[in-house]
């Protein structure tokens, strides 16, 4: 049975065997869960321009790759990056399952057991953790500040994420006695949303760029570490 805050909307009632604890249609009957689908743009909108800027300088096509595959454009794409890969679609499939909340959608996105998707992402979360802090203190420490941003961004979400969904019964009473502006702030699925889109370009420019300083000194390498340069140092 649906929790009591949650409405019917133009999608009908939800055949997903996730949900999360954002109420349903509770902003627009168009859109099942709309924090979690527009939180979605983090995951397209800087990544369309980081495929635009590694097309335009030349960059390795594995990093364009990893883009697309965030935005969602590039469906089953393995990219290998700094010895890890990871699977799109990302943005595109994730906003039109919290949209809809359909099971169509949430197998176009291999969500079919929510317990092994929390176990993989929190094992995925651990491997690129350690292998950063491995990059930023002996291989490139001249990335130290990138690198440990994205680390902070990714387990700042992660947090969160378990917060939603270890309180979602609290968090759901709180939101009934908030104004819904102010009840937004706590939709912490969404929140993770944002963390994990942000730290993953940054993390995939962290890759990039320990990448340009073991290639050969191009024109084109050289802007992109002076590119670089200006984004990360003070």
Known sequence: MAPAADREGYWGSPTSTLEWCEENYAVSSY????????????????????????????????????????????RGVMVSTLDSESQGPVGLGSWCFHMTLKYEMQVYLNLKEPVFHQVMYGTLVSIIVLRSVYIVLWVYPWLRGLGY???????????????????????????????PVVGAVTQFHA???????????????????????????????????IKLQLLLYD
């Open 149 to 179: 941003t994205s680390l902070t961004v990714f387990l700042m979400g992660f947090f969160l994420w378990n917060v939603d969904n270890i309180f979602c019964d609290k968090l759901r009473a709180l939101r009934e006695k908030m104004p």
């Open 191 to 225: 929140w993770w949303h944002i963390l994990t889109g942000l730290g993953s370009y940054l993390h995939i420019l962290l890759s990039l760029s320990a990448s340009s300083v073991s290639i050969s000194n191009t024109p084109t390498d050289k802007n992109l570490q």
């Open 31 to 74: 859109i099942a869960e709309f924090w979690n689908t527009v939180s979605n743009l983090i995951f397209i909108l800087p990544p369309i321009y980081g495929a635009i800027q590694t097309y335009r300088d030349g960059l390795e096509k594995r990093y364009l790759a990893a883009y697309l595959c965030l935005t969602g454009w590039s």
